[in-house]
């Protein structure tokens, strides 16, 4: 997992989305969750719950919503897309715990400095960047310390 959304600023403008029904549903879901989802996952979720939308709105509704900035993107070890609305409004990056997939949004001003020292120094402009931390959070250290962990 180590791809996440471009940093808002780099983000082109987008015409505004239809609020409609299915959309209504997913980001309500979204609002739900605290950790980040795949869309088979969500879609299961909306499924569950009664909701009328379908996978392939479902994809079509996160992407337009990660376009927007609305919600985080990264993906997981399996390259599959997995999203999250976040409480951070700004740039941020995540820790995430490679075990549960908790994640936690994180300001970094040293990563800032350094990613734009770097660009300077090689001459690049309009820069984006993202960091993705993983590990094991609190959680699934103490499960794996008793041997009920993975």
Request: aromatic share 4%; net charge negative; with cysteine.
């Amino acid at each position: 997992m180590a791809e996440s959304t471009a940093h808002e600023d780099a983000r082109p403008a987008r015409k505004e989305q239809r609020v409609t029904r299915q959309r209504l549903a997913v980001s309500a879901a979204l609002d739900r969750l605290e950790d980040f989802v795949s869309t088979q996952d969500l879609h299961r979720r909306l499924h569950d719950e009664g909701a009328s939308v379908s996978l392939a709105t479902t994809y079509r509704i996160l992407q337009s919503m990660a376009d927007e900035g609305v919600v985080d993107v990264l993906r997981n070890d399996d390259g599959e897309a997995v999203y999250r609305r976040c409480e951070a409004t700004g740039h941020h990056h995540h820790l995430v715990c490679r075990n549960c997939g908790k994640a936690v949004d994180v300001e970094a001003p040293a990563v800032e400095t350094w990613a734009s020292r770097v660009a300077r120094e090689h001459g690049y402009t309009d820069v984006a960047h993202t960091v993705e931390i993983f590990g094991l959070c609190p959680e699934c250290t103490a499960l794996a310390g008793t041997g009920q962990g993975t």
